[in-house]
């Protein structure tokens, strides 16, 4: 068994029942495998950097895994050809983080808007602050 | 030797760990020099924090127009550096980082 992360971009328009119900989708390819869900965030809809298959927005959805290499290879596969996907990466990592920074709700149902706006500040933010180079 | 004593004198209310800084003076042309050795930015933050969802530390770590900046010029220590090149390349794969900006003109 190895850690994962995946991280996938569901399309705009989807509501959010639907993009739970996607999330659960991916969810029991890893449960059939024998693997097990460490935990789920949903990050709201952001704004795209840069546009992707046509999308300025998208939904992002983090998923921690801990599995065996077969269930990774039929998620990447299935999330290939799932058209509502716009984006999708898996990365193996060392240890889960326990909060990502841009973690608002588990679930895409229980998002809400306040929620984004009341959350607080990092641990390192004002070490940060301080950082200044001239290129 | 009484400019470098001074100069620890003023320092050392300032700043709180003398034992980074590095002070070098010599007399060439009877001018002074006072070089500083500079220490990684990064010090107090653990490596498990450079990660690709951390989009405020990885923004000070970008030139204007959205290259990453050398170690030569932020200092950072080679390990975070390469912690810091890889979560970039990641961000730029999930649309969290545009990988280029345009010139303003």
Same mark, same amino acid.
């Given at each position: 068994?190895?850690?994962?992360?995946?991280?996938?971009?569901?399309?705009?328009?989807?509501?959010?029942?639907?993009?739970?119900?996607?999330?659960?989708?991916?969810?029991?390819?890893?449960?059939?495998?024998?693997?097990?869900?460490?935990?789920?965030?949903?990050?709201?809809?952001?704004?795209?950097?840069?546009?992707?298959? /046509?999308?300025?927005? &998208?939904? %992002?959805? !983090? =998923?921690?895994?801990?599995?065996? @290499?077969?269930?990774?290879?039929?998620?990447?596969?299935?999330?290939?050809?799932?058209?509502?996907?716009?984006?999708?990466?898996?990365?193996?990592?060392?240890?889960?983080?326990?909060?990502?920074?841009?973690?608002?709700?588990?679930?895409?149902?229980?998002?809400?808007?306040?929620?984004?706006? /009341?959350?607080?500040? &990092?641990? %390192?933010? !004002? =070490?940060?602050?301080?950082?200044? @180079?001239?290129? | 030797?009484?400019?470098?004593?001074?100069?620890?004198?003023?320092?050392?209310?300032?700043?709180?760990?003398?034992?980074?800084?590095?002070?070098?003076?010599?007399?060439?042309?009877?001018?002074?020099?006072?070089?500083?050795?500079?220490?990684?930015?990064?010090?107090?933050?653990?490596?498990?924090?450079?990660?690709?969802?951390?989009?405020?530390?990885?923004?000070?770590?970008?030139?204007?127009?959205?290259?990453?900046?050398?170690?030569?010029?932020?200092?950072?220590?080679?390990?975070?550096?390469?912690?810091?090149?890889?979560?970039?390349?990641?961000?730029?794969?999930?649309?969290?980082?545009?990988?280029?900006?345009?010139?303003?003109?």
């Amino acid at each position: 068994m190895a850690l994962y992360e995946t991280v996938f971009i569901a399309r705009q328009d989807l509501t959010a029942e639907d993009v739970d119900a996607l999330a659960n989708k991916f969810c029991n390819i890893i449960t059939d495998f024998k693997g097990k869900i460490v935990s789920k965030e949903y990050w709201g809809l952001r704004n795209l950097a840069v546009r992707v298959k /046509k999308n300025h927005r &998208g939904h %992002y959805i !983090l =998923i921690n895994v801990n599995a065996n @290499f077969p269930a990774i290879a039929e998620l990447k596969r299935v999330m290939g050809y799932t058209e509502d996907v716009i984006r999708s990466s898996i990365f193996k990592v060392e240890a889960h983080q326990e909060e990502s920074q841009l973690f608002i709700s588990h679930t895409a149902k229980d998002f809400k808007p306040n929620l984004a706006a /009341k959350k607080q500040a &990092g641990k %390192y933010d !004002l =070490i940060l602050e301080q950082f200044q @180079f001239d290129s | 030797m009484s400019i470098e004593n001074n100069y620890k004198a003023n320092n050392s209310a300032t700043s709180e760990n003398n034992e980074d800084t590095f002070i070098k003076i010599s007399l060439v042309n009877q001018s002074v020099f006072i070089r500083k050795k500079k220490s990684c930015p990064l010090r107090d933050i653990p490596i498990t924090e450079i990660n690709y969802g951390n989009l405020k530390l990885l923004n000070k770590f970008l030139s204007e127009r959205g290259k990453i900046i050398p170690a030569r010029i932020s200092n950072v220590e080679l390990k975070k550096q390469r912690a810091i090149a890889n979560a970039i390349k990641r961000a730029r794969q999930l649309a969290l980082i545009s990988p280029i900006k345009k010139e303003v003109n």
